[in-house]
């Protein structure tokens, strides 16, 4: 089992930053990343990474997400500049390894 602790989200104006992190319990080996769903809406894909850096992103975010990983912490992170009204979303770290396992989610909630 892989427990998966976010933090970071929070409220922020439009064109702000904020930096989301997920900490795994234990060593991660495999892809991680983050998706988001607003109500009403499905959850998509924001960005994601593999153990060994190679990055994938929706885009919607591409150029203003940046996800990054540190393996020694078993934490990954989600720079997100220039943020939109748009991005307002739960946001949810997910770890692949046989199988999904997801954190509680963040909110992130941008205002115009």
């Known amino acids: 089992q892989v427990q998966l602790v976010e933090s970071g989200g929070g409220l922020v104006q439009a064109g702000g930053s904020l930096r989301l992190s997920c900490a795994a319990s234990?060593?991660?080996?495999?892809?991680m990343g983050w998706y988001r769903q607003d109500p009403g809406k499905q959850r998509e894909l924001v960005a994601d990474i593999t153990n060994r850096g190679t990055t994938n992103y929706a885009d919607s975010v591409k150029g203003r997400f940046t996800i990054s990983r540190d393996n020694a912490k078993n934490t990954v992170y989600l720079q997100m500049n220039s943020l939109k009204p748009e991005d307002t979303a739960v946001y949810y770290c997910y770890y692949r390894f046989v199988r999904d396992y997801w954190g509680q989610g963040t909110q992130v909630t941008v205002s115009s």
């Open positions: 234990r060593s991660i080996f495999s892809v």
